[in-house]
């Protein structure tokens, strides 16, 4: 009887044992067929995927396309008008084109936007995006409702253009009173089970590092944010995502500040932070607005930080991805929520050279894949996508200085070229492109 219980207690496991692993194949989490088993060799955007219109499926109105649910020369809070002449679907505006006619914008909720979006990527060669999925998209089953649908869009044009994509949880939006990231394990689990996002379609497109499903998780150790990293289970969301038998077995990225390996300047001073980062598998710092073309005269102090990142992350046994960004302007944002603090075109793009500066820097340096901040960011003027250099004219935009919409496309996608086929790097943007008559 003893040892017929034995074998009982033998088969269970084995049992048990399998059932886990099915589910695990079954969610993407052990396949042979993933497209892209590494991040190294790629140059990969941010997608915010947030702007909403009035008429959309949202039904929320206006979406970070203006301030208060308003979109107007008022309330406008973005700084670079997009080029609307391939969209399919768009949505009339309070903004006037120069030859008179009604200025339309696109809603990121419609999936003819994420198709054209995603056919731009492939057409430039641009490998694929995160898919930002912020704090307050987790909280529950009707908060996350338009985030899926962005999400699924973005599922079937990467299948569609044999792009990659991964979610990038931003931490923005926890309240460290009430919340914790126990929210956001609940949320992958949905993910998993319901838009089997790891195992989507025919071809397995969803991003993998070190050949394992990669999860970025953005916003630890910036001293700005209202939450102390050592407080919201961030330990056990990254065990979480690496151990769990059925939701686990992922590869994690963090999005750190710029000075991570210092612990001071932009970062709080705790060396918890590199406590989580060993833990993980890549470490990207935020280098949005902290770096101006004046500080790249003579292409030394930005090559020396990332080299000293890349030393630092190779010692604490972590890959590092720089972020790279075309240039930076909030002056309409700053203008209805900050009471005119920031002026536009903080860091100018320069036609593109503050961005092939940093890709020629970061490369030079010896980086092995890139972050770009961001596909589709027109509120902070960081958007690579089609923007118009002739904007609408009642109100103040920034251009794309004479050069033609697919400038930054263009750009983003030479550097993936380099990447891949240890092209010669150059060093000087004019040879690369130049401007419209």
């Not at 025919?202 to 991003?207: G, T, V």
């Not at 203008?335 to 005119?340: A, N």
Request: contains cysteine; aromatic residues 14%.
């Amino acid at each position: 009887m003893k040892q017929m219980y034995k074998n009982r207690k033998v088969i269970k496991g084995i049992i048990i044992l399998n059932l886990i692993l099915v589910i695990a194949m079954s969610n993407g989490m052990a396949q042979d067929d993933v497209l892209y088993k590494s991040y190294k060799g790629l140059v990969m955007c941010g997608y915010q995927g947030w702007f909403r219109a009035i008429g959309d499926n949202a039904n929320v109105g206006w979406g970070h396309f203006g301030n208060k649910g308003k979109f107007d020369p008022e309330h406008l809070t973005i700084d670079i008008y997009p080029d609307m002449s391939e969209y399919e679907k768009t949505y009339s505006t309070a903004f006037v084109n120069k030859d008179g006619s009604t200025a339309h914008i696109f809603s990121s909720v419609d999936e003819s936007t994420t198709d054209l979006h995603f056919k731009w990527m492939k057409e430039y060669g641009i490998d694929g995006v995160f898919m930002q999925r912020f704090f307050d998209y987790t909280r529950n089953k009707d908060s996350r409702k338009i985030p899926d649908l962005v999400l699924k869009n973005a599922q079937t044009a990467s299948q569609k253009y044999e792009r990659a994509f991964a979610v990038m949880y931003d931490l923005s939006g926890l309240n460290p009173d009430t919340d914790d990231c126990s929210t956001i394990i609940e949320d992958w689990k949905h993910l998993v089970d319901q838009l089997q996002i790891t195992n989507f379609g025919e071809k397995n497109n969803y991003l993998h590092h070190n050949e394992k499903p990669l999860v970025a998780i953005w916003g630890i150790g910036f001293p700005d944010r209202p939450y102390n990293i050592r407080n919201i289970k961030l330990e056990r969301l990254i065990d979480f995502l690496k151990h769990d038998p059925v939701y686990g077995g992922c590869s994690i990225m963090l999005g750190v500040p710029t000075y991570f390996r210092q612990l001071d300047s932009d970062c709080v001073s705790d060396d918890y932070l590199h406590y989580l980062i060993r833990k993980a598998d890549i470490v990207m710092p935020w280098m949005v607005g902290r770096f101006t073309l004046d500080v790249f005269s003579g292409m030394n102090f930005y090559r020396a930080h990332v080299k000293k990142d890349l030393k630092w992350s190779k010692e604490n046994g972590v890959d590092y991805v720089p972020c790279v960004y075309p240039g930076f302007s909030w002056g309409n944002l700053s203008r209805v929520e900050f009471d005119g603090k920031f002026d536009y075109e903080q860091i100018p793009r320069y036609g593109g050279k503050f961005f092939w500066n940093q890709i020629y820097n970061v490369l030079d340096a010896g980086a092995k894949m890139i972050y770009v901040a961001m596909f589709d960011e027109v509120d902070e003027a960081t958007a690579i996508f089609k923007c118009t250099d002739s904007p609408p004219v009642n109100a103040r935009f920034i251009n794309m200085d004479g050069f033609p919409s697919d400038h930054y496309l263009k750009l983003t996608g030479k550097a993936s070229k380099i990447l891949k086929e240890k092209q010669l790097l150059k060093k000087n943007i004019e040879e690369l492109n130049k401007p419209c008559n």
